[in-house]
Each structure stands twice: as C-alpha cells, then as structure tokens.
C-alpha cells in the first residue's frame, strides 16, 4: 500500500477506501492509461490491490505527443504497474480524421476496441478508466463510447473531483500531483478542419520548441494554416520577455503555418467547444 505521506480530509479518506475496497474486489483489470494524474492513480490503485492482475494500457497514435507517452512509460515505471502500448488507428475513420463534434466517440471507441480485446485475452476481469466526477460536467462524448464498451470508470463512480485526485496524489507522493491537463493533439482544432497525421505533428513541434522556453502549459491552436498560442495568463509577462517573436514565426513558418498570433486570453482549457 502507497504510504500516505499528508493528511487528507475524512471524506477524502472514506472515498479511497472505498475505491480501493472495489477495485480489490475485482480480482484482476486493465487500466485505460494516458499517463495523466486520473488515470495514473486509478493504475496505482488497481497496482496496489492487484499486483500483477493490474495492467496499465496506453493507446498510441499520432494524436498523442512523444513526450506525453514518455512520462506515461517513466510514472508507470516509478508505479511498478505492468504497462502495455498499443497502436490505434482513429486516423483511419472519418468521423475521427473530418473532426465532427463527436470524434472523441470515435477515438474512445477505437481505443476501448483494443482495450477490452486485450482484456478478455488476458483473463482480466474488467477495463477501468481514469474519468472523473467533474469530467461529467463537459462534453465529452468518448464517456458514451467507453460506456458501450463496458468500461468502468471507478473515480465517478465514488465521486473523485479533480481536486481530489491531486490531492491524494500529493499525498502518495506522486511527483506528477500537479501535471497539468493535457488533452490529446487534436483538441487543438476546430470541429470541421481535417486532421492528418502530418497537422498533428505541426502541432506537437511547435508546442515542444515553445515549451522549451519553460512555460509550464501550451496550446498551439491550428486553423487551416494559422497557429494561434495559448498560454496561461499569469504567464504572458515570461513570455513577452523571454521569447523573441521573429524567431517564433520563423519556426512556425519552416512548419508551415503561414500566420502565428498570441490569444490574449489566455489558455482555457476546452475553449474550442465554445
């Protein structure tokens, strides 16, 4: 069992012992695992009731960043978890590559196609994901997807907030309690603009040479060839200051975007569904 090393509330505490009660009770899991703070402490939990029946899984497509699916590999080996990389192939379906209003659909839908094969090949009972109490307040239509495939999703079903899930991650000591959100590649264009594999690698470029400048969140916005950049508010003073915007645009211009601007907003995350 993970050491609790701070205090947490009395309802915090009754709600993981109420999680860890269930997923103990399941026998054996795969865990849908992106590698963010959610769904790595549901792989922990699932870790530290089942041991080896516990498997962390990790889709792999274009849509999600190297770095990302490096960290996944790090915190799952810093976990202990067994952790498997498969690869999805959501490009390949229309609804996913036209970015309808419901491509997440399709991308859970393809995603849980491999998860729950590979769960009955296994022998694991169940497939958990790392859905949380104030992620059903958005729009997100791959809850309905993961709903269709059987997929289980502990944290809202005993009522984790996010709030929760970082602070017990802290507790455990888990260095990554504080990661921020970071949705998949294609969150950064509008519903109705294709994607391809080769605008999601643009993407994931130009992020990496901004973050390199240590900001600590990034979205690069892509509409048709215009990269708009999000950054947290509190941080366009660091930015003003430390970056030279000549050699942003020249960048993003050997990318191949023909116009970069700055949203004065701010990052907000899930904007683009305004």
């Not at 915090?12 to 399941?26: A, D, G, V």
């Not at 060839?225 to 999000?230: C, N």
């Amino acid at each position: 069992m993970f050491n609790q090393l701070e205090i947490l509330s009395d309802e915090q505490n009754e709600k993981l012992f109420t999680i860890r009660r269930y997923i103990k009770n399941l026998d054996s899991a795969c865990i849908a695992y992106s590698g963010g703070v959610d769904s790595t402490l549901v792989a922990s939990l699932a870790f530290e009731q089942l041991g080896s029946k516990a498997i962390a899984i990790t889709g792999i497509s274009p849509a999600l960043a190297n770095t990302l699916r490096e960290e996944a590999r790090s915190q799952a080996k810093w976990i202990g978890v067994k952790h498997l990389e498969i690869k999805t192939s959501e490009l390949k379906e229309s609804s996913y590559s036209k970015n309808s209003q419901d491509r997440c659909f399709a991308c859970k839908k393809e995603l849980h196609k491999h998860t729950t094969y590979l769960s009955k090949k296994l022998n694991h009972k169940i497939v958990l994901d790392g859905v949380n109490l104030d992620d059903l307040k958005d729009f997100r239509p791959g809850i309905k997807a993961a709903k269709q495939a059987g997929v289980i999703s502990p944290l809202a079903k005993f009522k984790f907030s996010k709030k929760d899930i970082r602070d017990i991650s802290r507790a455990f000591g888990f260095p990554w309690w504080d990661k921020p959100a970071q949705p998949c590649l294609s969150s950064r264009f509008p519903y109705g603009h294709e994607i391809t594999s080769e605008r999601l690698k643009m993407v994931e470029k130009a992020e990496e040479y901004l973050k390199k400048g240590g900001l600590s969140e990034v979205r690069v916005r892509c509409q048709g060839s215009t990269a708009r950049i999000e950054i947290p508010k509190e941080e366009l003073k660091h930015f003003f200051k430390k970056y030279n915007f000549g050699d942003i645009v020249k960048y993003f211009s050997d990318l191949g975007f023909n116009c970069t601007s700055l949203d004065l907003e701010g990052l907000i995350s899930g904007k683009l569904n305004r």
